[in-house]
Every structure is written in structure tokens, then in C-alpha cells.
């Protein structure tokens, strides 16, 4: 598996399909949203059932994640798969988890997975069978959740997860001590950072697996030692780095009904400041690329749509 690397993929659908103003809070605001050229445009690169899915979200900003979450497994197997955009299907595995089945088995496969939140969508991808892929954007509500945790404090935040979090994290989560010291919002700060830490974590390794939600193992999978990544603004002294992008850590401890695992790669990225990104991936040997940051226009859309 030397030769084989895992893709990344971000595609940040902020300024792509714009919504007309006022659309947002109209009734109708996603068919409304669904009428602008540039938005029917994409939404026909899509099959039908696909633009029906996109088109039930009452929101335009999650309809815009449905659709950039579409176009990118396309694009993710048109280019692996060496398949035209037509062909480039995407199928359901087991427990939903979106898969490509090749028509037939000497034809190129791809693993990926693909998550959304904010305006951020991504997707990570590896050729062929051999590994097993899971991917988790975060992006933490910086107002809601500061009100939530000053109203029934952290270790009431904590306890509303322990049917996913093993006891031992949910003690991690609610009695997270920040490293550096600073006002009482600086405080909040670094302790919802560091629950969405192992949120995101989990997310991408069950994600990875496929069985989601469903995994009767949720509580006995345990992640120890969980650094949270600096932010963008925070990868430099002067926070002038100029990139999105913020801290990798990959040195998190993975335990499984008690038993150490050796054998999953995971790693966590921060991007820009309240975005977070886990992938989890099933060999050691195959490694990740870097993010790439996505231009629909130029990387996503099929040739003669261009
Ligand atoms: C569906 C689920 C896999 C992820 O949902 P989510 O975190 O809300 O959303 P994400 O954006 O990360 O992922 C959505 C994508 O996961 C993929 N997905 C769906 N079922 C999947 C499965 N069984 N396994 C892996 N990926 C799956 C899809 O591609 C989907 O995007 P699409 O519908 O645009 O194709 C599931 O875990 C879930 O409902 N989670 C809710 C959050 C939660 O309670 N997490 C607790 C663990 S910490």
C-alpha cells in the first residue's frame, strides 16, 4: 500500500450559490434560493434523487452543504474511479454509509467519507478496498454554547453526553483544567474546545467504521490524552500566519473496551477559529495528504459544465 495516499478535500460553500437577499427568511427560501443560475446550475449536476434531498432542507445554508457534500463524492469518483460524471454513482453500504460500487470488480474503487457543518464541506478519499475512512468537521457555536455552559454550568454540559462518552471522558471533558490561564470566557473557551475535541474524534472513528450511532460499542471506545489544536489565529506569536489552518494533533490514545488500539490513524486539525476536522483511517501505512482547499468551479464541476 506504499504507493497509496489518502485525499483531502475542503470546499467552503460560503460564497458559492448565493442566496438572494430576504430568501433566507421567506417560507420558500430554498426553492426561492434553488431559482438563481448559478445554484440550478449545480443542483443539475446532481440525480434526482440527490436535488430532491438538497431541496427538502428548509434552510439554504443546508441545502448548500447537501449539494457541495454530492458534488464532491462525484467529483471524488470521476477522478479515482476513471469514470465519467454520469457513471460516477454513489451507492449506500451498510448502516447508509455513502459508498461506490464499481460495475464490475476490475473496475478502480474508492473509499471516502464526507462530513459538513458551517459552510464547510469535506471529503477524504483512498483508492481502492484496503482502508476505511472517516472524516468529522466541527464548528463550535461560540454564543449558544457560552450561554448554555454560564446557565447550568460545564458539568451539566458534560452529563448531557454520557450515553456517547465513556465515564472516565466525561470526567475528562467536565474537569478539563486549560492549560494557560485567563478570563473566565478564555476559561469556557478552551473547555468547549477540548469537548469538541473528543466530539470530533469520535465522530470520524465511527464514522470510519460505518456503524455511526449505531455501534453498540459508543461508551467502551474511549479516547485518553486528547490535545486540542491552536487555532489559525494561534500558530504564531503574532497570529499573522496568513493560513486557515491551525494545529495538527495526531498523538491522541485510543482504547477499545479497555484494550489499547494500535492500529487507527487519527488526527485532528483546527481551521481557522472554531472549526475543527478529525479523520480517522483504518491502516498506518497509508498516509494523509494535507487538505486541499477546493474551487467548484475549477475543481469540481465537470469539463464541458465549466
Ligand atoms: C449520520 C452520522 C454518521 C453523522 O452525522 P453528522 O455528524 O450529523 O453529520 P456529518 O456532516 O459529519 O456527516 C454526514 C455525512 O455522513 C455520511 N454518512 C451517512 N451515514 C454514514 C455512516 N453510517 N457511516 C459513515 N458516514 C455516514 C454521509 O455522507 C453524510 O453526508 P451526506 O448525507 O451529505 O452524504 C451519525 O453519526 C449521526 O447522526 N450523528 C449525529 C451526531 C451525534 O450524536 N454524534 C455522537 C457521537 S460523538
Known sequence: MEHLKIFRWLLDVDSIWPVPIGASKSAQSTAHWATVKATSHALALLTDGE??????????????????????????????????????????????????????????????????????????????????????????????????????????????????????????????????????????????????????????YIKMTGEALLAPWLKDLEFRNVQVPLPASRMNASGQSGSDWGQTCADVEIWLYGKRVTYVRLEIQAFREDYMIATASSSLEVAFSAFKELDVERDVYPFQER
Open 51 to 204: 436535488r430532491a434531498k438538497a431541496l427538502r432542507f428548509y434552510r439554504p445554508s443546508d441545502a448548500k452543504l447537501s449539494l457541495g457534500s454530492n458534488l464532491l463524492k462525484h467529483r471524488a469518483i470521476a477522478n479515482t474511479c476513471q469514470v465519467s460524471w454520469s457513471q460516477a454513482v454513489i451507492s449506500e453500504g451498510a448502516n447508509k454509509k455513502p459508498c461506490y460500487k464499481p460495475v464490475a470488480p476490475s473496475c478502480k474503487s474508492l473509499e471516502f467519507n464526507v462530513s459538513h457543518h458551517g459552510s464547510l464541506v469535506v471529503l477524504v478519499g483512498c483508492s481502492g478496498e484496503d482502508v476505511r475512512l472517516g472524516v468529522d468537521v466541527v464548528k463550535m457555536n461560540w454564543d449558544k454554547d457560552y450561554n448554555t455552559v454560564m446557565k447550568d454550568g460545564f458539568e451539566a454540559w458534560a452529563n448531557v453526553y454520557e450515553s456517547v462518552f465513556s465515564d472516565r471522558e466525561v470526567k475528562d471533558i467536565a474537569g478539563f483544567v486549560p492549560p494557560t490561564r485567563g478570563t473566565q470566557q478564555d476559561e469556557i473557551r478552551a473547555k468547549l474546545r477540548h469537548f469538541y475535541a473528543h466530539w470530533c474524534l469520535k465522530e470520524a
